[in-house]
């Protein structure tokens, strides 16, 4: 059974930084590609970042260019989204997701590309 935990969330004023991780346990393929996703309230889920499994290609939103990065460490089984330059609008429930990876090396943009998902935790930008 996949499990995701995220952590790192948190109150931050504007400007400020905060460090995303999501840890996988119980991934018995070998290859996965993870993505960074939020939701907040009133609103669809949006993609945030995307990275494929040998960490070699990675995409980003729109709203978050420029500030987010998503990297990963396969030893440790784990997926990073460092945000700096928080803005209020950065404000949402922020998910991680993985998929299995057979043939390629690539990222995933849709939420329906993923299979596992984790709880969520919470990002808070105060102005």
């Known amino acids: 059974q996949v499990q995701l935990v995220e952590s790192g969330g948190g109150l931050v004023l504007a400007g400020g930084s905060l460090r995303l991780s999501c840890a996988a346990s119980?991934?018995?393929?070998?290859?996965?590609?993870a993505g960074w996703f939020r939701q907040a309230p009133g609103k669809e889920r949006e993609f945030v970042a995307g990275?494929?499994?040998?960490?070699?290609?990675?995409a980003s939103g729109d709203s978050v260019k420029g500030r987010f990065t998503i990297s990963r460490d396969n030893a440790k089984h784990t997926v990073y989204l460092q945000m700096n330059s928080l803005k209020p609008e950065d404000t949402a429930t922020y998910y991680c997701?993985?998929?299995?990876?057979?043939?390629?090396?690539?990222?995933?943009?849709?939420?329906?590309?993923?299979?596992?998902w984790g709880q969520g935790t919470q990002v808070t930008v105060s102005s």
């Open positions: 997701a993985v998929r299995p990876e057979w043939y390629s090396d690539s990222y995933y943009t849709a939420p329906r590309q993923y299979n596992y």
């Open positions: 990275i494929s499994w040998s960490g070699g290609n990675t």
């Open positions: 119980g991934v018995t393929f070998n290859k996965y590609a």
